[in-house]
């Protein structure tokens, strides 16, 4: 149980914006359940003749953890464990150490640590838990699987953070995550975004780099978008951040599990039902990459879809410019 | 009168558009120096133009933090552009980068950041300064921010210098005169379909500067300030109360403004005087159509000269054919078909592609322009296919002048019927699908909201 003093170091108190979304996104989620009891009662359970979901079997092996690997032990903000992200945990130390922990460079780790989690932990929707159980499983929400990558990168001494932020998606996640339960789509469509998204940062030369661990390359084919990479946001590709929400945080925030849990314990049936979907749209993901030839000539198709690259302007004052007032 | 006499006398009425020509570097050389700019020796052109874009290559890599870290992105940097093949390595910037900007005081910030080189000092007043305020500001100091529009409402602003501005004009200028050969003078009275230049920072608008210095007492279709609210307002299709009183006036302005037109063909045909018509082809199509109808034609002839550009909508759905605009022109007002020429260019750059009189094609001035058709991949597709068009511009200074358009074209090496070297672009450029309409003459057509309907 962590002190008041680690609570507030390691951010475990939620900021004012992510209560603000907590609130709204309660409040409308009462509003929906109570005008729509009838049909949330339908939904709730999958029929006994319907199609369940079936979680697949996880897609690498678990290296043995041995005495004397190493990992890293600091204190320091974004290095030490925090809720839900224990990299003391052997089997985090264990894959650490096998994608080359502390013998490659923190770019090179970084990167292996990234495609060991977009690429071979899947995505799944379930309730909150820690990252040994998430690494077991090999399957999980976007925020097990940052927390994931977050906890490889920390055990090997590579600083790392969420970024946390209310979104809404292109139409074409929309129609794969949003539209296949009535109960989800009406909570999206009464907010007109989705209350908490996540991506890892992870800080590599000086520069804080994006990881976006979520969507495996066969569902980022079913829904059109580009097989990102290190570095490359989901902001501006498929999602769009709320403005305002975006948030940096050393940890998970107490209250997200709780959350989670109770949306799983109103809906199971709904949570299901989108797990039903996303495995769906893998498969068809698989089928379009194929079609195009392989991973990297669909990739690039669906870059040049995207439109040629734009130069990046960050805006800096000049002394010839001057204000009055 | 021979060409370099008729040369001439252009180049005498121009005079402030040109430096020194001891402080010409190759850019200058590129642009101001050949006679003619579609009838340069294919070698030379390269040459001019290699060396006019390598100059503002290194330039921009150089003195633009922007572009610097774009070409780093890119790994291009100037050790790799050592010959004209080389030039398909230059990075290139999407048309709607400059599209992407914020407003008040980032906007300031933005053009300042996205410009190439020294700036001069720019002060700008108030908390939160409106777009035209920053652009009032940076004009008062000596630059030439203008904007353009599509029809969805988002303007692109390119942040020139004045020396950037007068290339482009003195451009678009000699191209048309030497297409015309030997048909312009400067006794040629003007009527510019566009607003007045003097009363707006609407590119559209601005590009007439330079006919008032060419041709005597030009009149102008739309004689009051226009700026980005009112476009804006123009082009949101008359939605809102503000839209809709925009759109409201603009119909009963329409209709003088063709009037107007009328009445000076009528004074200048008694006086027997030359005439041209510079501008949004809509406005002539308006008043052909009303002489039309009324049973009325002129016979202008030989004195007459009419030169479009910006695009052919008449309506939302509707565009005019070239071929049978001329046509119209023609039968009404007894202007030839080769007197009727179009022009294309645009606001990212200070490219201008005239037509010939022979075929109508538009013809690429290769001495300071590297001309490129990208395919879907953005990668270049060579001659005779059809494509996104993109160019390299040599002579712009005050940013990278490397653009991807949002036109679809097709390139030919040659012009099919006329004799002159260097590329050209078919007849009927249109939007990539998908992307906004937009264009001076689409700007003009909003803003007076032309409905031929009605």
């Known amino acids: 149980m962590a002190n008041l003093w680690e609570i507030k170091a390691n951010g475990y108190m939620p900021q004012r914006a992510y209560l603000k979304l907590m609130v709204n996104g309660g409040m409308s989620l009462s509003k929906v359940i109570l005008l729509n009891l009838r049909e949330l009662r339908r939904l709730r359970v999958i029929p006994s003749d319907g199609e369940r979901y079936s979680r697949p079997s996880r897609q690498y092996e678990i290296p043995t953890f041995q005495e004397g690997m190493r990992s890293c032990r600091s204190t320091e903000k974004y290095l030490r464990p925090t809720l839900f992200c224990d990299h003391h945990d052997p089997l985090v130390i264990a894959i650490a150490n096998e994608l080359g922990a502390f013998k490659v460079s923190d770019r090179e780790f970084a990167e292996a640590a990234y495609h060991f989690v977009k690429e071979r932990m899947l995505l799944e929707e379930r309730t909150i838990n820690d990252v040994g159980e998430t690494l077991v499983r090999g399957t999980g929400t976007c925020f097990h699987l940052i927390t994931a990558f977050i906890a490889l990168c920390r055990c090997a001494g590579i600083k790392a953070r969420y970024k946390i932020f209310a979104m809404n998606?292109?139409?074409?996640?929309?129609?794969?995550?949003?539209?296949?339960?009535?109960?989800?789509?009406?909570?999206?469509?009464?907010l007109g975004y989705f209350?908490?998204?996540?991506?890892?940062?992870?800080?590599?030369d000086g520069e804080w780099l994006v990881a976006n661990v979520g969507p495996e390359a066969e569902w980022q084919a079913a829904t059109g978008t580009t097989i990102t990479k290190l570095g490359e946001d989901s902001i501006g590709n498929w999602f769009n951040a709320v403005p305002g929400t975006m948030m940096r945080m050393e940890s998970l925030p107490y209250g997200l599990k709780a959350s989670l849990d109770l949306l799983h314990t109103i809906a199971p049936g709904s949570m299901e039902r989108v797990n039903i979907s996303m495995a769906a749209q893998k498969e068809r993901g698989r089928r379009i990459i194929i079609e195009a030839g392989g991973l990297e000539a669909y990739d690039r198709l669906a870059r040049a879809r995207q439109g040629p690259r734009m130069p990046k302007l960050k805006l800096e004052s000049m002394k010839q410019i001057t204000f009055d007032g | 009168m021979g060409y370099a006499d008729y040369l001439n006398g252009f180049e005498k009425l121009v005079t402030g558009y040109v430096p020194e020509r001891s402080s010409w570097g190759p850019p200058e050389h590129a642009l101001y120096g050949p006679p003619d700019p579609y009838r340069v020796p294919t070698e030379e052109a390269n040459d001019l133009c290699f060396k006019a874009i390598k100059f503002q290559f290194d330039r921009h890599f150089h003195n633009n933090r922007m572009y610097h870290d774009f070409c780093l992105e890119s790994n291009v940097c100037p050790e790799d552009i050592t010959s004209f093949q080389d030039l398909c390595k230059v990075p290139l910037i999407p048309n709607e980068f400059f599209k992407d900007c914020p407003s008040g005081k980032d906007f300031a910030l933005w053009l300042a950041n996205v410009y190439t080189g020294e700036l001069p000092q720019i002060q700008i007043k108030g908390a939160n300064p409106t777009t035209d305020e920053v652009i009032k500001?940076?004009?008062d100091a000596g630059m030439a921010v203008f904007f353009s529009s599509g029809t969805g409402g988002r303007h692109t602003f390119m942040p020139r210098d004045m020396r950037s501005f007068?290339?482009?004009e003195y451009a678009m200028a000699k191209g048309v005169v030497a297409m015309f050969y030997p048909h312009w003078n400067q006794n040629m009275h003007g009527y510019l379909l566009l607003p007045n230049p003097f009363k707006t920072n609407l590119f559209a608008g601005r590009l007439g500067t330079i006919f008032v210095d060419i041709m005597k007492e030009v009149e102008m279709a739309i004689d009051r300030e226009i700026d980005t609210e009112l476009i804006k307002l123009s082009m949101s299709d008359g939605k809102g109360l503000k839209g809709r009183m925009v759109n409201y006036i603009s119909k009963k302005r329409h209709q003088k403004i063709i009037n107007d037109i009328i009445s000076w063909i009528e004074k200048n045909q008694r006086e027997g005087n030359e005439m041209a018509f510079v501008g949004a082809p809509f406005l002539l199509y308006a008043t052909i159509k009303k002489l039309k109808k009324e049973g009325r034609s002129f016979d202008i002839g030989e004195r007459g000269a009419v030169l479009t550009g910006g695009g052919w909508k008449i309506q939302e759905h509707q565009r005019i054919p070239e071929s049978e605009f001329r046509n119209d022109v023609e039968s009404v007002l007894g202007i030839r078909p080769e007197h009727c020429?179009?022009?294309y260019g645009m606001?990212?750059?200070?490219?201008?592609?005239?037509q010939c009189p022979e075929g109508h094609y538009l013809h690429i001035p290769n001495c300071y322009v590297h001309p490129m058709v990208l395919d879907d991949s953005y990668?270049?597709?060579?001659?005779?296919?059809?494509g996104r068009f993109a160019f390299l511009d040599g002579s712009m200074y005050s940013y990278p002048g490397f653009i991807i358009t949002n036109d679809r074209v097709s390139m030919l090496e040659r012009c099919p019927v006329c004799g002159?070297?260097?590329?050209?672009?078919?007849?009927?450029v249109t939007r990539v699908p998908g992307k906004e309409s937009r264009g001076c003459a689409e700007e003009v057509r909003k803003m007076i909201s032309v409905d031929m309907k009605r």
């Open chain 2, 166 to 168: 007068q290339m482009n």
């Open chain 2, 341 to 343: 020429l179009d022009l």
């Open chain 1, 195 to 204: 209350v908490l998204e996540g991506e890892g940062e992870v800080l590599v």
């Open chain 2, 420 to 428: 002159r070297p260097g590329p050209v672009l078919e007849p009927g």
């Open chain 2, 137 to 139: 500001a940076f004009n």
């Open chain 1, 169 to 190: 998606m292109i139409r074409s996640w929309y129609d794969v995550v949003i539209q296949p339960d009535p109960f989800i789509k009406k909570w999206y469509d009464s």
């Open chain 2, 347 to 354: 606001v990212e750059g200070n490219v201008w592609l005239t």
């Open chain 2, 379 to 386: 990668q270049s597709l060579g001659y005779g296919k059809v």
